[in-house]
């Protein structure tokens, strides 16, 4: 993935995450079955409440900037209440098909809302 365009993938989550947050982000980098994992939360009012749907515009670029590496955008209610958003990208060339990491849907759509 181009270094640039990850910068801008990143920087638009953690501005809309630092923008609503209550006094919380948390980030989480890490390694999953060869795909690299950039998880933000935060204690916002979360996606549903967030004020202008500037959030949602700035995360469909986010999609189609990490779509178009192989990647995928996951977006979700955390634990502290407010958004998760996380960024799956191929540490290498794609995988096969299957090959994914765990997504952390549980089935309930109710806190998911899909991009893209």
Do not use: K
Not at 7 to 23: Q, S, T
Not at 64 to 87: F, K, N, P, W
């Amino acid at each position: 993935m181009d270094a640039v365009a990850l910068w801008r993938a990143l920087r638009n989550v953690l501005d809309n995450a630092c923008r609503v947050a209550g006094h919380r982000v948390n980030v989480r980098v890490g390694v999953e079955r060869g795909w690299v994992v950039l998880q933000v939360d935060d204690d916002g009012p979360g996606f549903g409440q967030a004020p202008g749907g500037l959030a949602s515009l700035g995360l469909g670029i986010v999609h189609d900037l990490v779509s178009g590496y192989g990647g995928s955008l996951e977006i979700r209610t955390c634990e502290m209440g407010g958004a998760r958003v996380r960024l799956l990208l191929p540490s290498a060339p794609p995988p096969p098909a299957g090959d994914a990491p765990d997504s952390e849907w549980d089935g309930d759509w109710d806190d998911w809302r899909p991009i893209g």
